[in-house]
C-alpha cells in the first residue's frame, strides 16, 4: 500500500468518500420526503407484516444512484492507491470532489429532499407518462430537490482556471473578429464572436431557470428557486494569475438573473440540526374505495369459509378431486384441435397443482389475518362506532360489471355467485333480504362488517374539476399524494386503452381471477372479455386506473388486493412528479407540534388476494352443490 505522504489529497478524498459510504447507510430518513400513504396489510406466510413496500418507500428516489456512484469512485480510488507503483504517476482524475460536494448538500439541504439527481427536460414534454425503455429526452441536471421541491441545488466543481481557459477562447474569436474587420476583405463573414458576455456557468443558470419555469410545485405552483454551488469558483483568489474580473462579473450576472449563488465547499463538520421526524400513523378514510379485485376477494370462498386448522389441511382442500380432473380433461379434449394432444401440464404439477398451491397459500394468509377482522378493525378505530357508523363502501361500474361476469361465469361456485348477487342486488331488493343472502354459511355473523349496500359511481371517471380537498373526513391532513395519484391516472387514461394481451386476465393474479380462471372450466376464460390495458403501462388495466382516479379524486382510500398495479402506479408518479409530494403541514400544523404522532389518511390500502376458490375444493361437486 503506497505511503499517505504520497498523492495525499487523493487519500484526503479517499478518506471522505469512505465516510460518505458509511453515513449514506444509516442516514435518518428525516430529511426526505413523506413516503405515500400506503397502508400496507399484506402478509407473508409467516403472519408476519410484508414490508415490501415500506421498503420501497424509504429511500429517496436518486439516492441509491448517488451511492452506487461513491462505491464506484471508491474502489477506483482504492485500487489506486494500493498500487505500490502510483507514486511514479500523476494523480487520478476522480469525480470524487464533485461527489462530495453532492452528498454536503443532502445534508445541509432544506427538509424534505424530493430527488437527488433529477434531469428535468429542456423543453415542454406531453402530459403522458413515457414508455418503459424509451428513450430519455434531453434535459438539465438538478443534484438536490429539496424543501419539498421549493428548492433545485446544482453542484458545479469549476475552477478558476477553466473558466479562464473559455475566456481566452472567446479572445480569441474577438481579436479574430477585430483583424477581419480592419482587412480588405470586401466579402462579409460569418463571426464567431460573442454578442454579448456569455460562458458556461451563465448558460446553465439559465437553463437552471428555464426548466423551475417549466416545472412548478405541483400542489402550489409555486415555481421553485434555484441554487447553484460553485465550490471552486473564487473572485478573489490569492493567486494573481488565477484572477480575472470576468469571474465576479459571471456571479454578479447570475445574481441578477434570479439564481442564488453559494461559492465555496460547505463544512462537513457542522451539520445541522436534525429535523424532528414524527411517527406516522395512516389510517382508512369512512368512505372506502373498492376496485375489482377487492371485489372478487369479499364473495371468495376462502374469505368465508371456515378455516383450516393447519397447513396440510389448507393444501389438502384445494386438491382437486379426481372427479373434478377427469372433467377438466374432458374439456380440455372438446377444446383442442383435431391431432393435437392434450397439454397434460395443465393436469398435472405445472397446471391444476400450480394454482391449488396459490389457493392454499391464501387459506393460510387467512388464517394468519382474516380479511374482514382486517377492515373491521381498521375503520372501527376511524368510525369510533361498534356497528361503524359512517362507513360506506363504493366501486366503479366497471369494476362491477366485471366482477359480476367473471363470477356468475363458470369460475365462481355456487355460494360465490349467491354472495355476489347479493352485493349487487337489484335497488327493488330490500337491504335485510341481499345482506341475509350475502352472509348465509358465512363463518362471520351477519353485518359482521357493513357492506351493503354497495354504492356505484355514476361514472367511469370523475369530472375533471373534481379535485381532493385539503382534509379527510375525519379532520386529517391529506397528502399531496392523492393530487399526483389523480393527476396521473388522468393522464394515463388519456391516452386511450389498448386489448390485453390473452395472458393478460390471469396476470399475476391481480384481480383475484387468475388462480382460478386459468384452472376453472376449459374455455371458462375465454368466455369472458378480457380486461384493457393502458398504452402508457400494459401492467395497469383501464378499470384499475379507473378505481385509483375516483378514489383519489375524491380524497378517499381505496382498498386493493393488487399489488402489482400499485408498485406500476407508483413508479409512474415517480417518473412524471419526481417524487411522492410533500406538504408543510406534516410538521408545522398545531396537531403536528402537539403529538408524537401524525394521523394521515391512506391513499392506497393494499391486503392479500383472495381468489375465487369454491369450485377447486377437493369436496366440491357442481351437481350437489348447494347453498351452504
Known sequence: MASEKVHPELHALRDQLRGIFNAMATFGSAAFAAKPPILDSSMNLGGDPNEEFHAHQDAVHGMRALREAVKRDLDVLEKFLNDPKCASRPPLSTNAPYLVSVWNEVLHAPPPIVTI?????????????????????????????????KRWIRVNTTKNSRLQA???????????????????????????????????????????????????????????????????????????????????????QLRDMGV???????????????????????????????????LIALVSDITHSPLPESPAEADARYVPSPQYREWKRKRLETSKQPGE???????????????????????????ARALLHELRDRLAAVSSSPTLEGVEFWTTPEARDRCLKIVLSKIGGPNEKRRVAALFAPPDTPLTEAAAAYWAGSRHPA???????????????????LIPPPLSESGHLLSPFFSLLARTCRNILAQDAAHSSPSSLGHKNGDGVGA?????????????????????????????????????????????ANKSSVKAILRDIRTAE???????????????????????????????????????????????????
Open 117 to 149: 439527481w433529477r434531469t428535468f427536460p429542456e423543453v415542454p414534454q406531453p402530459s403522458s407518462i413515457p414508455r418503459r425503455g424509451s428513450r430519455k429526452p434531453p434535459g438539465i441536471k438538478v443534484d438536490v430537490v429539496a424543501d419539498g421541491g
Open 166 to 252: 473559455e475566456f481566452r477562447e472567446l479572445d480569441s474569436y474577438l481579436t479574430g473578429s477585430e483583424d477581419e474587420l480592419s482587412g480588405k476583405d470586401e466579402v462579409s463573414r460569418p463571426s464567431l464572436a460573442p454578442k454579448e458576455f456569455d460562458n458556461s456557468i451563465l448558460r446553465m443558470g439559465r437553463s437552471l431557470l428555464d426548466a423551475a419555469q417549466r416545472n412548478p410545485i405541483a400542489h402550489t405552483g409555486d415555481i421553485p428557486s434555484v441554487v447553484l454551488r460553485l465550490t471552486r469558483l473564487d473572485p478573489n483568489p490569492s493567486d494573481p494569475k488565477e484572477s480575472d474580473p470576468r469571474i465576479a462579473q459571471t456571479i454578479q
Open 260 to 294: 442564488t449563488v453559494e461559492l465555496g465547499e460547505r463544512d462537513p463538520q457542522q451539520l445541522p440540526e436534525p429535523s424532528r421526524m414524527l411517527q406516522r400513523r395512516l389510517e382508512p378514510t369512512l368512505r372506502v374505495n373498492l376496485d375489482l379485485s377487492i
Open 341 to 367: 394432444d392434450i397439454d397434460e401440464t395443465r393436469l398435472q404439477v405445472n397446471g391444476i397443482g400450480e394454482h391449488s398451491r396459490a389457493l392454499a397459500n391464501q387459506a393460510m394468509q387467512e388464517m
Open 447 to 465: 353485518s359482521f362488517v357493513p357492506l351493503l349496500p354497495i354504492r356505484v359511481f355514476d361514472s367511469a371517471t370523475p369530472p375533471h374539476d
Open 516 to 560: 382460478h380462471a386459468n384452472a376453472s372450466s376449459g374455455d371458462a376464460e375465454d368466455e369472458i372479455e378480457r380486461a384493457a390495458v393502458t398504452k402508457a403501462n400494459p401492467r395497469l388495466t383501464v378499470h384499475t386506473v379507473q378505481s385509483m382516479l375516483w378514489g383519489a379524486a375524491r380524497g378517499w382510500t381505496t382498498l386493493t
Open 578 to 628: 419526481g417524487g411522492y409530494g410533500w406538504f408543510e403541514e406534516h410538521t408545522s400544523s398545531p396537531e403536528a407540534m402537539r403529538s408524537e404522532a401524525l394521523v394521515e389518511a391512506a391513499a392506497l390500502w393494499v391486503v392479500d388476494p383472495r381468489s375465487l376458490a369454491e369450485g377447486m375444493r377437493a369436496d366440491y361437486n357442481e351437481q350437489s352443490a348447494a347453498v351452504q
